[in-house]
Nanobody, 126 residues
């Protein structure tokens, strides 16, 4: 069982940066593939970035490539999403998710994740 708590959201202007954190409770955080998703009003939940349990593999949705960086610190049971050059269209509630996997597996689909945080709001003003 893993509990996830996101933090770091807020109101920023276009071009600003934010770093989201996802703190995990429970054991064996290093055995979980992790992901960030977002959901804007009136839209479906969207995959943003994923990270394998071992940290060697990452993936991003095309719209954030080159601007967002996903990372993890297994010693601190925490995952991060560094968001640079924020755009108005990045406005959404951001969720972190976890799935118990092998060290190299990447998980892209929201349906495949077992645990979710409550979300943190990111608002980018134009």
């Amino acid at each position: 069982q893993v509990q996830l708590v996101e933090s770091g959201g807020g109101l920023v202007q276009t071009g600003d940066s934010l770093r989201l954190s996802c703190a995990a409770s429970g054991r064996r955080f290093g055995s979980y593939a992790m992901g960030w998703f977002r959901q804007a009003p009136g839209k479906e939940r969207e995959f943003v970035a994923g990270l394998s349990a071992g940290g060697s593999s990452t993936d991003y949705v095309d719209s954030v490539k080159g601007r967002f960086t996903i990372s993890r610190n297994n010693a601190k049971n925490t995952m991060y999403l560094q968001m640079n050059s924020l755009k108005f269209e990045d406005t959404a509630v951001y969720y972190c998710a976890a799935k118990f996997t092998g060290p190299f597996q990447m998980v892209i689909s929201a349906d495949d994740y077992d645990y979710w945080g409550q979300g943190t709001q990111v608002t980018v003003s134009s």
